[in-house]
């Protein structure tokens, strides 16, 4: 998952925004979030402030924010707080097939209630199947998603990935990938 962070304090860094921090453009951090929200209205936005004023949260709240904290809080409270608002913004996203529920949030799968150990690309893999809902996926389109390759050169770098999760999926149940010759790949619904 990939979070920016923007911030009107030139001064202020943050470890986790290292590769995307960014100053801002001519204007207010306000003026960018009106601007997100007129294009991405459904994308979580916490603020943090080193104002704690009630105008200021209320403004947040009203207009862009989903929650506010103050710059100075303790260091486990930020994390707290975005996996609050990562879980309400996107539980109805869960994607549950047959026994198995798929939560981008939690970027995890479970079976039963059992998370399945998956590595970052496995995860994505079974990501865009589940979201598929049933239809196949070709190596192109998967290979356009998750490696941002438009083509499809004479490769089993697809075929490679999906064997991993395809493997920690059905270990010793019923086939849950099915390769559909000419087509790509699908989740069993």
Not at 45 to 58: C, D, G, K, M, N
Not at 140 to 153: M, T
Not at 155 to 164: E, G, I, S
């Amino acid at each position: 998952m990939k979070i920016l962070i923007v911030d009107d304090d030139p001064g202020f860094c943050s470890p986790t925004s290292s590769d995307r921090e960014q100053a801002l453009p001519e204007g207010t951090g306000w003026n960018f979030l009106d601007d997100l929200r007129q294009i991405a209205h459904q994308i979580p936005v916490v603020l943090l402030t080193a104002r704690p004023s009630s105008e200021v949260w209320v403004h947040g709240l009203t207009h862009v924010a989903d929650d506010c904290m103050v710059k100075t809080i303790a260091q486990d409270e930020p994390v707290a707080r975005l996996h609050a608002v990562l879980r309400r913004t996107y539980r109805s996203a869960q994607v549950h097939i047959q026994n198995l529920t798929v939560d981008p949030c939690l970027r995890g799968i479970q079976r039963e209630g059992q998370e399945i150990d998956l590595t970052p690309r496995e995860f994505e893999i079974l990501w865009t199947l589940a979201q598929a809902s049933g239809r196949a996926v070709s190596s192109k389109e998967l290979l356009k998603r998750l490696w941002g390759v438009d083509f499809a050169p004479s490769t089993n770098l697809v075929q490679v990935h999906v064997f991993h999760p395809r493997k920690k999926l059905e270990a010793g149940r019923t086939k849950m990938i099915d390769t559909v010759r000419g087509e790509g790949y699908r989740l069993k619904v």
